[in-house]
């Protein structure tokens, strides 16, 4: 694992594409219980090299119910977004991570991961490339039926302060998926 790690961290194979220097973030542990996929780094992450460490990242460890030492324990967690480098800034948001990076590394980290036991999918990127066809239209519709994955994926919504309107029209998510989330979580990590 420490090896792959390494060469992913040394990866550049869409540089030409960044808007930024390649600064590949990932996070994983052959005792890793539970994975994490995103969409991509943003901005923050890639100049400090600490993912979800921004109001986002708050937010999902709220989600989780877990403290900042359990959620950066890589035996815990495992931290693997669809592109692994920062994409750049779009007109609403980051733009799309970059198709390269799944495809490449995806499989192998997992091979690594024997204790893995949840994988959790945050937002449409992350849903879309994982549940191919059983992801719903919408991220609400495939989030609301988030039953349906288990026990292997629990896709979630971005925890972006930007969704903050999406939370508030769709006050289930609080009281259904949370309790759920935070039970899973809970249940593995004891």
Same mark, same amino acid.
């Given at each position: 694992?420490?090896? @792959?790690? =390494? /060469?992913?961290?040394? $990866?550049?194979? $869409?540089?030409?594409?960044?808007?930024?220097?390649?600064?590949?973030?990932?996070?994983?542990?052959?005792?890793?219980?539970?994975?994490?996929?995103?969409?991509?780094?943003?901005?923050?992450?890639?100049?400090?090299?600490?993912?979800?460490?921004?109001?986002? +990242?708050?937010?999902?460890?709220?989600?989780?119910? &877990? =403290?900042?030492?359990?959620?950066?324990?890589?035996? /815990?967690?495992?931290?693997?977004?669809?592109?692994?480098?920062?994409?750049?800034? +779009?007109?609403?948001?980051? *733009?799309?991570?970059?198709?390269?990076?799944?495809?490449?590394?995806?499989? =192998?980290?997992? /091979?690594?991961?024997?204790? *893995?036991?949840?994988?959790? *999918?945050?937002?449409?990127?992350?849903?879309?490339?994982?549940?191919?066809?059983?992801?719903?239209?919408? &991220?609400?519709?495939?989030?609301?039926?988030?039953?349906?994955? *288990?026990?292997?994926?629990?896709?979630?919504?971005?925890? =972006?302060?930007?969704? %903050?309107?999406?939370?508030?029209? /769709?006050?289930?998510?609080?009281?259904?998926?949370?309790?759920?989330? %935070?039970?899973? &979580?809970?249940?593995? @990590?004891?």
């Amino acid at each position: 694992m420490d090896k @792959l790690l =390494s /060469n992913i961290r040394a $990866c550049d194979v $869409c540089k030409a594409h960044l808007p930024l220097d390649p600064k590949p973030i990932v996070i994983a542990h052959p005792e890793t219980k539970i994975a994490l996929i995103s969409q991509a780094p943003g901005r923050i992450a890639h100049l400090s090299g600490i993912p979800w460490d921004d109001p986002g +990242g708050r937010q999902l460890k709220k989600w989780l119910n &877990v =403290s900042d030492q359990k959620f950066y324990n890589p035996k /815990n967690f495992a931290i693997v977004p669809i592109g692994f480098c920062y994409p750049g800034k +779009g007109k609403s948001g980051d *733009l799309p991570p970059r198709p390269e990076c799944a495809p490449l590394w995806h499989q =192998s980290i997992f /091979n690594h991961m024997q204790n *893995l036991q949840l994988v959790i *999918l945050i937002g449409q990127y992350a849903q879309k490339y994982y549940l191919k066809q059983k992801s719903k239209r919408t &991220v609400t519709d495939t989030v609301s039926t988030f039953h349906e994955y *288990l026990p292997t994926y629990f896709p979630l919504p971005h925890p =972006s302060p930007r969704n %903050r309107f999406w939370l508030t029209k /769709n006050p289930w998510f609080d009281h259904e998926v949370l309790p759920a989330l %935070r039970k899973k &979580v809970k249940d593995i @990590l004891v």
